[in-house]
């Protein structure tokens, strides 16, 4: 009997990429949340796993020749699963280089521009009095993700998916889609975009995952509040250590 996969986790565009890949993939996975607004990312029994304090991370206690192993980064993890399952991970050589291209293409683009996208735009404002200081960032990434999208919205020209089927190139991209509003983008301006985001969010799969999310949701780090500045003071100012 397989045993559970440990996926350390929090709603995040991040965090929701594994989950979905697990309930894809069929494969037992137990959560173990951790709490990014408290710090628990910053436990010596977290970075043993996770050295760059970040989440999502998985322990699989079956993994090559039957032993444990650990992965962190979520491109990593989203190849190791893909590996794991045999699914959605490209059906031969030229596929699978066609899934990692727009993989890597989430993981170095789409990720980092629309987190700076949703810090500008929702976070910031919070943080600095001066909102001189905020408006080029916001107005920097905005147009950097409105950018992104278009090459999604090109990309889906006459294809259902990114990579030929459904894969976790389309995984990974997808959770970063979701909070488009809050990256100021408008999704009727890329209806190949949109169509694609529907067809996705229609899986059955997608929506097991996404209802983890409501179990351990979090605080919304744009409001006022001790509690709200104290998550930001977290996430927001760290320094090497």
Known sequence: ???????????????????????????????RPVNIGKGEQFRPEF??????????AIVDPQGP????????????????????????????????????????????????MAGQAHHFRGYAPSMIADQRQVAYGARRYTDEVNRLYGVLNKRLDGRDFLAGGYSIADMACWPWVTPWKA???????????KA?????????????????AETVRSINLATAGAEAD???????GQRAR
């Open 1 to 31: 009997m397989a045993q559970p996969i440990e996926l350390h986790y929090w709603p995040t565009p991040n965090g929701h990429k594994i989950t979905i890949a697990l309930e894809e993939m069929g494969l037992p996975y137990e959560i």
């Open 196 to 212: 694609w985001y529907a067809r996705i969010e229609a899986r059955e799969p997608v929506q097991r995952a996404l209802a983890h």
């Open 183 to 193: 990256q100021g983008i408008d999704l009727q301006d890329f209806p190949r975009l």
């Open 65 to 112: 020749d039957g032993q444990p192993i650990s992965v962190f980064e979520s491109g990593a993890i989203l190849q190791y699963l893909g590996r794991k399952s045999g699914r959605f991970y490209g059906e031969d050589e030229r596929n699978r280089v066609a899934v990692e291209e727009w993989l890597f293409w989430q993981v170095g683009g789409l990720g980092p």
């Open 47 to 56: 970075l043993a796993i996770s050295p760059n304090n970040r989440m999502p």
């Open 230 to 236: 104290e998550q930001r003071r977290i996430l927001f």
